[in-house]
């Protein structure tokens, strides 16, 4: 299948400061990724879709201002946390779609904020 | 309220017992996707189905689309402990924007 990279893998940063994840589709071009949140043991919980060259598009309850997010080509898509506080802890993962029906997961990223 | 209801919520079994995961909605979808998550990594897709009543093969596991395409079920035959993971199914109603259930998380006994 397809490949999708995330960086960094896993991230521990202080509160108040600022993460980047950045997701890159490495073999194919994605006009549309996809952010979720996941909780240990939880399924995924959609944060936004993230559409090539506009505005991303956000789920009831995301802070759109908390959570940046840039799709600035057509490979790569990053999510930014900013002023990170402790309840932002969580396993952040990216998709990014091939056709209509198939979405391709990244590794994810571990986010700790102490 | 959950849009897809995936059951049980949790198994645990002894290596080369049979299990059945289902998928469950009130809603149609124009296609389903089952899902393996292990830990610390992101999901990796098994099978996509999008015709009602279609059957899927995948080794041990068979996947099911309901006729109506409203549910669907992921069976795994003498399961492995190479098999434990989380299981997820996720639906798109044509928005091309899938929607997850809350998940089955599978632990296989040796």
């Known amino acids: 299948g397809a490949v999708v990279s995330q960086h960094p893998s896993r991230v521990i940063c202080k509160s108040g400061t600022s993460v980047k994840i950045e997701c890159r589709s490495l073999?194919?071009?994605?006009?549309?990724m996809f952010w979720y949140r996941q909780f240990p043991k939880q399924s995924l919980m959609l944060m936004a879709t993230?559409?090539?060259?506009?505005?991303?598009?956000?789920e009831q309850g995301v802070e759109k201002d908390k959570f940046l997010i840039n799709h600035a080509s057509l490979t790569l898509s990053t999510l930014t946390v900013t002023s990170a506080h402790p309840e932002d802890s969580s396993f952040y993962i990216c998709?990014?779609?091939?056709?209509?029906?198939?979405?391709?997961f990244g590794p994810g990223t571990r986010l700790l904020v102490l | 309220t959950q849009l897809l209801e995936q059951s049980p919520q949790f198994l645990s079994i002894q290596e080369g017992e049979n299990l059945t995961v289902y998928c469950n909605s009130s809603?149609?979808?124009?296609?389903l996707q089952w899902y393996r998550q292990e830990p610390g990594e992101g999901p990796v897709l098994l099978v996509t189905?999008?015709?009602?009543?279609e059957v899927k093969k995948l080794k041990r596991l068979t996947f099911q689309f309901g006729d109506a395409r409203k549910d669907s079920s992921l069976h795994i035959t003498a399961a492995q402990p190479g098999d434990t993971g989380l299981y997820l199914c996720?639906?798109?109603?044509?928005?091309?924007?899938?929607?997850f259930g809350r998940g089955t998380s599978l632990i296989v006994h040796p």
């Open positions: 998709s990014a779609r091939q056709g209509p029906e198939t979405q391709y």
């Open positions: 073999d194919f071009q994605a006009t549309t």
């Open positions: 993230s559409n090539e060259g506009s505005k991303a598009t956000y």
């Open positions: 809603s149609v979808f124009s296609s």
């Open positions: 189905v999008v015709t009602g009543g």
């Open positions: 996720a639906g798109d109603r044509g928005s091309y924007i899938p929607t």
